[in-house]
């Protein structure tokens, strides 16, 4: 990621594309949202050659705690992508963006997990253009209404397990609402359709272009996200013991940081590399994903790495992030952000190059890991924003709120960007962004070559200098930072009954310096025996030297 803007602006709040329309949902069920305005639909166009046919022709999304597949028919220019050309939007179910396609053909949308009361609009049909709309729980159909909202260009719906509504031969504008029907399907529904035909049809008449559009998706959606994931028993630090962070400089290591004092300790480091970037640390199982910074083609790079803390090695976690279905477009994996949350790996990709006149978007994936392997499984879209004026700096999930932290030296500048992972809404805050790091506590920090509490409402504490006490000396501005992280440590060797408060043992962090005997133990906890000798992470000493009464020195 690149270096954060200094330049302080006022705050200013802007809640953007959230769509109000509220459906009753049963229990267990939560209203989710696909919002097309903080997401990006591929199409040839815009993305060229940085996305393939097949990654057009099947799109997958994060909807809610689930995923949804949008899979067409269209090819080549008749795939407008998400855009805001269509304004008919009064009385409808959408706001702001939402996905064009031109001509005849088929659109599906598919659950992992059924949901309730859909709801959507379809966008500019006239001309004697055709919609019929069917939907499935599994196999079994599913009723589907149709209600036009105003004006003669639309026919009467016909309601049912395949509804439809046909177009008369007049025209309907692109700002107009004569031309738009709003959905509801009660359900239970796994998957929807639509199939247009007779575009451009009927009384001498051609359509304008043959375009129509397709509103945001809302519905009832069950499971919500862990309100403490960052809580986990073996990350919680002992009693005393600072809150840690991870985090890197202008540089190849990773260090932990104490957010209170400001002091970073070193860990490893990257060998070969100029700079690690994009942290992800998965506190359950001590694993720390992050990429490579600095090649001489960062187009060529898609390789995600990872360094397992029990094991203290990296390896490669996956080699091309393009066989995930995920495209990197100039940058590669390189200069980017990324978030371990949820049993998930969330990765930002930049959209193109900073501050450009692209139309891209810069994108966060959330890729699944195999508990069993540990290997990446899927990969679905979850939040997408304009790269014309936005930089990652980094992002944090906690709950279901992402926290983007956007370094933009664009007209918009340094901003901090709340995105509901439910609903689809977004929040901007300007103010100094740097990059995002969490402790166990669940305290957000802003990191540069200082670091501040993040207040999560666009304020932020005072600033203390960060400094290194162990290892390379801190350089310039945080590179990336990451959650919460405890590190291994060095327990006593007498029985646990001597340590009856798991959260308060006899125990120090680790100093090569500090030892007795020839071995340093490094634990995640203390041993649970009841006797001592069965610690082998330790030795003590065979015997103890006699300090004799003529001695000045004892060692």
Not at 328 to 335: A, H, K, L, P, R
Not at 407 to 419: D, L, M, V, Y
Not at 494 to 517: F, K, M, N, R, W
Request: a negative charge; glycine letters at 10%; charged letters at 15%.
């Amino acid at each position: 990621m690149k270096k954060p803007s200094l330049l302080f602006v006022s705050v200013l709040t802007l809640l953007a594309g959230y769509n109000k329309t509220i459906a009753q949902c049963p229990t267990g069920y939560t209203q989710a949202q696909l919002n097309w305005d903080n997401l990006s639909f591929f199409n040839s166009g815009i993305y060229g050659t940085g996305v393939s046919t097949a990654a057009i022709t099947t799109q997958n999304f994060a909807f809610g705690t689930q995923k949804l597949t949008i899979n067409h028919s269209y090819t080549g220019t008749a795939v407008g992508g998400d855009n805001t050309t269509n304004t008919g939007e009064t009385g409808s179910y959408g706001t702001g963006a939402d996905i064009q396609f031109t001509g005849d053909g088929t659109v599906t949308f598919t659950f992992l997990n059924a949901v309730q009361n859909v709801k959507f609009s379809v966008y500019d049909i006239d001309v004697s253009q055709k919609v019929t709309i069917t939907a499935l729980n599994g196999a079994t159909a599913q009723s589907v209404t149709i209600a036009k909202i105003s004006g003669t260009v639309l026919g009467t719906p016909v309601n049912g397990t395949s509804a439809s509504v046909t177009a008369t031969s007049s025209a309907s504008a692109d700002n107009s609402t004569d031309g738009t029907i709003n959905v509801d399907i009660a359900g239970p529904v796994t998957s929807f359709k639509l199939t247009i035909s007779n575009t451009g049809v009927g009384s001498g008449k051609v359509k304008e272009d043959g375009s129509f559009w397709i509103s945001d998706i809302t519905a009832c959606s069950s499971g919500s996200f862990p309100t403490n994931y960052q809580k986990t028993g073996l990350n919680q630090p002992f009693t005393g013991q600072p809150d840690y962070f991870l985090t890197t400089p202008d540089n190849n290591s990773a260090y932990m940081l104490d957010p209170a004092t400001g002091k970073a300790y070193q860990l490893f480091t990257e060998t070969g590399a100029t700079y690690i970037n994009s942290f992800a640390y998965d506190p359950y199982h001590h694993i720390l994903y992050y990429v490579v910074d600095g090649s001489t083609s960062a187009s060529t790079n898609k390789k995600i790495r990872k360094y397992d803390y029990n094991t203290e090695t990296s390896s490669d976690f996956v080699a091309d992030i393009t066989t995930l279905g995920i495209p990197t477009f100039d940058q590669g994996v390189e200069s980017a952000a990324a978030s371990y949350f949820d049993g998930a790996l969330y990765l930002g990709i930049e959209g193109g190059i900073p501050n450009s006149s692209s139309n891209r978007k810069s994108i966060v994936w959330r890729i699944n890991i195999d508990a069993t392997t540990g290997n990446p499984s899927s990969a679905y879209q979850v939040y997408g924003v304009p790269s014309n004026n936005h930089d990652w700096g980094d992002f944090m999930i906690k709950g279901d709120t992402l926290y983007d932290f956007n370094t933009s030296t664009a007209s918009s500048g340094s901003q901090i960007k709340h995105f509901n992972l439910v609903n689809g809404s977004l929040v901007n805050y300007s103010t100094t962004a740097g990059q995002s790091g969490m402790t166990w506590a669940g305290d957000l920090y802003a990191v540069r070559n200082v670091v501040e509490k993040y207040n999560q409402n666009g304020t932020k504490g005072t600033a203390v200098t960060i400094t290194t006490a162990k290892g390379t000396a801190w350089v310039g501005n945080a590179g990336d930072a990451s959650g919460p992280f405890h590190p291994k440590a060095d327990f006593g060797d007498a029985p646990a009954t001597y340590d009856p408060d798991p959260l308060a043992p006899a125990v120090h962090e680790i100093d090569s310096t500090l030892i007795i005997g020839t071995k340093v133990g490094k634990q995640w906890k203390k041993n649970v025996s009841s006797t001592a000798s069965a610690d082998t992470t330790d030795d003590g000493l065979t015997y103890v030297r006699i300090l004799s009464l003529s001695s000045t020195s004892y060692s």
